[in-house]
């Protein structure tokens, strides 16, 4: 019984393209994020979400629109997908937002190419 | 701009002997720790916390060590075992701005 799933683990697609990640929790967390790991192994937020109303935006071009149609679900759209977007996209959740820890998913590898 | 510095790359450690993994910060801001270990294909997974009230948390073979003044933390593990082989990654947070800042990770090798 995974806490914070997100499919798909692997995503490889060609340059231009439109794509979807989608993350769900089952811990009845209010609070879910996406986080970016970069070639140089950087974790770094992209957005954050809290009760469904976004509250982080990390100056993350507008190709990537975050959308949350519940409290347990918050899914990552990519538009025009361009050959830096690669990376592995790890979606978190986490009760509340002081001091408390997130639980992250598995990640999505996504490959452009 | 790193606010938040593991300078090892990698560390590597006898089974049985202490694992120390250390973690800089900049923003005096932050208040609160983490520990986060990661296995390859995985997603991070929690460890251990602190709070800036405090300068020492202990959870079974793990202990997060605080240095306010100096901005410094460290994660001990003792005994080491060749299961907490991954990477460590330090992160910092402060009061409610929704968000984790992690270091670059380090990877923690024990040997057999």
């Known amino acids: 019984d995974t806490a914070v799933s997100q499919t ?5 697609t060609q340059m231009g393209n439109d ?20 070639s140089k192994k950087f974790l770094k937020i992209m957005f954050s979400y809290n009760n469904k109303e976004l509250i982080i935006n990390e100056t993350v071009p507008n190709r990537f629109s975050p959308k949350s149609p519940d409290k347990a679900h918050l899914n990552l759209h990519i538009n025009s997908l361009e050959l830096g977007d690669s ?6 959740s986490s009760q509340g937002t002081v001091n408390t820890e997130a639980f992250f998913g598995q990640g999505t590898r996504l490959t452009v190419v | 701009d790193q606010q938040v510095k593991q300078n090892s790359p990698s560390l590597s450690v006898q089974e049985g002997r202490i694992s120390i993994l250390n973690c800089d910060y900049t923003n005096s801001m932050f208040d609160y720790f983490l520990w986060y270990k990661k296995y390859p294909a995985e ?35 003792v005994p080491s075992q060749p299961g907490d082989s991954a990477v ?8 409610s701005n929704y968000k984790l800042t992690f270091g670059k990770g380090t990877l923690l090798t024990v040997n057999p």
């Not at chain 2, 009230?53 to 410094?72: C, P, Q, Y």
């Not at chain 2, 460590?88 to 009061?95: D, Q």
């Open chain 1, 19 to 38: 794509k979807s990640i989608k993350c769900e929790q089952n811990l009845g967390h209010d609070t879910m994020y996406w986080y970016k790991q970069d």
């Open chain 1, 8 to 12: 798909p683990k692997y995503l490889v």
């Open chain 1, 87 to 92: 990376a592995v996209y790890f979606c978190a």
């Open chain 2, 43 to 77: 997603g991070p997974t929690f460890l251990i916390s602190i709070s800036s009230i405090k300068d020492k948390n202990e959870d079974g073979r793990f202990t997060v060590f605080l240095n306010k003044s100096a901005k410094h933390l460290s994660l001990h593990i």
């Open chain 2, 88 to 95: 460590y990654f330090c992160a910092a947070m402060w009061g």
